[in-house]
C-alpha cells in the first residue's frame, strides 16, 4: 500500500510504530521524507512529539471512549484518534478542524470503514470532556502522563520537586545552540540570524550558547552549513569546562557518538582527543558533525568497558564518561523515553555504569581528570554510582562541580526546566598524583 501523503495520516503510522517500541527520532527522520513542504514536516514534528508525551492519558483515554478495543486490530488508526485527542486538548486546534482532519486522514490511511466511528469518538469526547478530563486528573500516572514507575523513582529522589519535573517534562523545549567559536563568534551570529529576522538571547553563565524559543529545522538557519554552530542543550554544554582542559592535553570522550561535546572539547583546546563510541554505525554520523565543524579527531569502535580492545597504553589526561543512562532528564526532547524505558532497565544501566567508570579508570594519568555525565535524574545512577566507586577506588578525589545546581551526593544535578535547560548530573573525579 502506498503510504499516504496526509500528514496527518502519515503521523498515525508513524505513533503507532513509536508506540511498538521504534524510537521517535529515527521514525521522523523516515516519515518526513514522504512529505514535501515544510509546514506539514513541521506539523508531522508536532503531532509525533505531543503524541508520544500525552499518549499514556490519551491512550486511556480512548480505552473508555470505545466500546471495543481498538489497537491490536489496528494500530494507526487507533494513534490517530488519539491524535484526534491531542490535536483538541493539547494543540487546542479548533474542535471543528480537528474532526473533520481526523476523519479525512481516516480515509488517507484507506480505512473509510472506520470513518463514522472516528468522528462519533471525537464529538462524543466534546460532549463529555469536563467529566472526562477530570476522571484523568484523579490518577497521577494519566494526569502527568508518565508512568507509575517514574512517578515513584522521581518521587523518591526529589519528593519536593517531583511536580515541577513531571510538569517540565510535558513542556516545549527551547533550542539550544552552541557556537562554534573556532569559525565565528557569538556576536557575529546572532547578528547574522537577526538579519534574517531569528531572534536569539545570549545566555551569560554559558559563552558559546544562543537560545531558540522554539524548535525549528536548524539545517535552515544561517550558518549551520558553514559549521558555525551545533546543536546541545546548555546542560550539556558544561562538560567541556568541567574537564578543565590545557593545549596539548590526550583527552578521551568515552561514549562519543554523535559528537557534541566531542566537538565542544575541540572547540574549546587544541588536544589530541580519541572520539570512541561502542556503536559502529553511529560513527559515520561523527565524523560528519566533526568534518562540518572543521574539527579533526581519532574517531574510534570500542566497548568503553573493554580497554583491551582499542586502547594503545597510552593514558589520557582528561576522560569524559557521558555514561549510558534512562535519559529521564531529556523527556521533554524525548518523550517516547516514557513509553519506552522500564523499571528494569535502572539496573541493568547502574552496571553498565559501574564498569565503564572501573574500566576506565587505570586508564587515566595521575593527576588526570575524569568527568562523568548523564542525562538523567535519578540518583541510582548519579550520586549513587559515583559514591560507590571512590569506596572502590583509593586514588580517586571527588572535586565540587560548583555549578549552582543541586547538590547530589559528590556531584550536582540539574532538573528538567531549571534554567530552561534539561535535567543533567556531573561528577569530577580526579586521581592522585
Not at 490535536?87 to 473533520?100: D, F
Not at 472516528?118 to 462524543?124: G, P, Q
Not at 519536593?160 to 533550542?175: D, G, K, R, S
Not at 570522550?253 to 556503536?279: F, M, Q, W, Y
Amino acid at each position: 500500500m502506498k503510504t499516504p501523503a496526509d500528514p496527518r495520516a502519515l503521523a498515525a503510522q508513524a505513533l503507532a510504530d513509536i508506540v511498538a517500541g521504534q524510537s521517535l527520532r529515527a521514525v521522523f527522520a523516515t516519515f518526513s521524507t514522504k512529505l514535501t513542504d515544510a509546514r506539514d514536516r513541521a506539523l508531522l514534528s508536532s503531532l509525533l512529539h505531543e503524541g508520544a508525551r500525552w499518549w499514556l492519558r490519551y491512550d486511556a483515554a480512548l480505552g473508555e471512549l470505545l466500546e471495543q478495543p481498538l489497537r491490536q486490530r489496528d494500530a494507526a488508526v487507533h494513534a490517530l484518534l488519539v491524535l484526534g485527542l491531542v490535536q483538541i486538548e493539547i494543540l487546542r486546534m479548533p474542535e471543528y478542524a480537528a474532526v473533520a482532519a481526523t476523519v479525512e486522514a481516516v480515509r488517507a490511511l484507506r480505512k473509510p470503514q472506520f470513518a463514522a466511528l472516528a468522528n462519533a469518538v471525537l464529538r462524543r469526547w466534546l460532549r463529555e470532556r469536563d467529566a472526562r478530563n477530570a476522571a484523568l486528573d484523579r490518577d497521577a500516572p494519566m494526569r502527568s502522563a508518565h508512568p507509575a514507575w517514574l512517578i515513584g523513582a522521581i518521587g523518591a529522589d526529589w519528593p519536593q520537586h517531583t511536580e515541577a519535573v513531571l510538569a517540565a517534562n510535558n513542556a516545549e523545549a527551547p533550542l539550544w545552540l552552541r557556537v562554534n567559536n573556532k569559525r565565528t563568534t557569538r556576536a557575529e551570529l546572532a547578528a547574522r540570524w537577526r538579519e534574517a529576522d531569528i531572534e536569539s538571547t545570549a545566555p551569560e553563565h554559558l559563552p558559546d550558547a544562543l537560545v531558540l524559543p522554539h524548535s525549528r529545522d536548524v539545517m535552515a538557519l544561517p550558518g549551520y552549513h558553514d559549521g558555525c554552530f551545533s546543536v546541545q542543550d546548555g546542560a550539556a554544554q558544561h562538560a567541556a569546562t568541567l574537564l578543565d582542559l590545557r593545549e596539548g592535553q590526550r583527552v578521551l570522550d568515552a561514549c562519543a557518538a554523535p559528537g557534541g561535546k566531542s566537538a565542544h572539547i575541540l572547540e574549546t583546546a587544541n588536544v589530541d582527543l580519541l572520539a570512541l563510541d561502542r556503536e559502529p554505525a553511529r560513527l559515520p554520523r561523527l565524523r560528519e558533525n566533526l568534518s562540518r565543524l572543521g574539527l579533526g579527531a581519532q574517531v574510534c569502535s570500542g566497548d568503553a568497558g573493554a580497554p583491551a580492545t582499542w586502547w594503545d597504553a597510552r593514558p589520557f589526561d582528561r576522560i569524559l564518561l557521558d555514561a549510558p543512562c534512562s535519559a529521564t532528564g531529556i523527556i521533554r526532547r524525548q518523550p517516547d523515553i516514557k513509553l519506552h524505558r522500564r523499571a528494569a532497565d535502572i539496573d541493568t544501566l547502574t552496571a553498565t555504569q559501574a564498569r565503564l567508570l572501573d574500566a576506565l579508570w587505570p586508564l587515566l594519568k595521575p593527576g588526570g581528570r575524569l568527568v562523568y555525565a548523564t542525562c538523567s535524574v535519578l540518583a541510582a545512577e548519579n550520586a549513587r554510582p559515583i559514591e560507590a566507586f571512590l569506596q572502590r577506588q583509593p586514588q580517586a578525589r571527588a572535586v565540587p562541580p560548583k555549578l549552582g545546581w543541586h547538590g547530589a551526593g559528590p556531584g550536582e544535578q540539574n532538573l528538567p526546566g531549571e534554567g530552561s535547560c534539561d535535567g543533567f548530573f556531573y561528577a569530577i573525579v580526579e586521581k592522585d598524583s
